[in-house]
């Protein structure tokens, strides 16, 4: 088994899983007629797919844009990815109580994103739309479920959801990557570099981000894998997911575990 560390031989294995990881995902995306999935999870296996579909495909563009030296610009992206990596295997734990909580935290976002645009004077915030997504809220709060109010309270906010799971040093790079995400000192020096003089010099390239993306893009990969091959019918991922595991040198069973309540 080889060993993961920060070198460029391990990101050389990780872009290779990377890699084998997409291209057997879009081997079964092509083959959607014969997609199953295990009886229990029949409620969430949808949005599971989704979520997974947008893990991978996200985990292709950091890939793509970090070899030709964009890995900075594309760091939204890879925030989204971790956040997402965690979140799949939060919605198969949750079962149908964490997809009430997904509609409970985006009907929030809807009713902030309706009132701005009734702030701006836009056409269309009035209407039997609201009204649906008020009464939903307003039946929610009048008979709240505490299992639902768990699981929204954490995944509306990234540093409760990595906590929730024994992670919560994986919120510092997340952290890290929002300074690429908004309007920052980090973006306003992302194209810049020391003129020796003291002063900056131009550049035309931003600076290089290391190593980092696609040595934990590759984990997050083989993270959400686990959790889709414990879904879909016959597990068609374990052998691929226990060879890569074993490439890039990282434990077989790579997945989010719940840290349990004292």
Known sequence: MSEFL??????QRAREVIRK?????????????GIAFEGAHQAVAPHAWSWWMFITDSARIVLDEAEKGYGFVVAPVMRNLMNHATALQWLVEGGESALKAVDAYSD??????IDNVRRVG???????????????????????????????????????LLTAY??????????????????????????????????????DTPRD???NDVLWASVCLIQA???????????????VLDEVSAHLGV???????RRKQK
């Open 225 to 239: 894998g686990r959790v889709m091959d414990e879904i879909l019918a016959r597990h068609p991922f374990t052998q």
């Open 251 to 257: 434990p077989q069973k790579l997945l989010p575990q």
């Open 21 to 33: 990881l997409i291209a057997v995902r879009d081997e079964i995306a092509a083959s959607q007629s």
């Open 166 to 203: 024994g992670m919560p040093e994986g919120y510092v790079p997340y952290r890290h990557l929002s300074s690429y995400t908004h309007t920052s000192r980090e973006t306003a020096r992302l194209y810049l570099a020391a003129d020796g003089q003291g002063g900056p010099a131009l550049r």
């Open 209 to 211: 981000s290391g190593l």
């Open 6 to 11: 920060h070198d460029e031989a391990t990101a």
């Open 122 to 160: 836009w056409e269309g915030a009035d209407g039997p739309f609201e009204q649906t997504v008020r009464d939903a809220i307003a039946a929610r709060d009048a008979n709240p479920d505490l299992a639902v109010t768990k699981l929204y309270n954490e995944i509306k906010n990234a540093e409760t």
């Open 108 to 113: 929030e976002q809807l009713i902030k994103l």
